[in-house]
């Protein structure tokens, strides 16, 4: 019996979700080396790439709760990784920003794990290359 369309289009999403997480999980092993708990970078992450935000904007897309996101970020101040400032707009709300050590710290995490993935990539024979350009492609045009 032949797969309908949202069979195939189901299996590939499963594997794509698979895939991608792998692929995250085998990259993140290159964060070990800055010494700084993932949970902790994934935080500093997005102040850094995503710029300064409220705790609860960044405990929303942290999906955790408040209580730990103000854990994360006290363990980020001692570091010297965030700074925490009066938001200008509303005195009492408290704005977080990556400072520029945690802005080095995630760029050079940024640059091993894309030296990891050129190192893989380069085993690949060139036709399976131009495959991941173009599904990069793709996958890029759905965001």
Not at 20 to 44: E, K, M, Q, T, W
Not at 73 to 102: C, H, I, M, N, Q
Request: aromatic share 0%; glycine share 6%; charged share 30%.
């Amino acid at each position: 019996m032949a797969k309908t369309r949202d069979d195939r289009l189901s299996a590939l999403a499963s594997e794509l979700n698979s895939v991608s997480v792998h692929l995250v999980r085998r990259l993140r092993r290159s964060d070990r080396a800055l010494g700084i708990a993932p949970a902790r970078l994934s935080a500093l992450s997005v102040l850094v790439f995503g710029g300064p935000c409220s705790l609860r904007a960044l405990a929303d897309a942290e999906q955790v709760a408040g209580p730990t996101m103000s854990k994360i970020v006290a363990a980020l101040e001692a570091d010297g990784l965030v700074d925490r400032a009066s938001d200008p707009s509303d005195g009492r709300a408290v704005v977080l920003a990556a400072t520029a050590r945690g802005r080095r710290i995630m760029a050079r995490g940024r640059d091993q794990r894309i030296d990891r993935l050129v190192a893989e990539l380069r085993t690949l024979p060139a036709s399976d290359v131009a495959t991941l350009e173009r599904a990069a492609q793709i996958l890029r045009s759905m965001e």
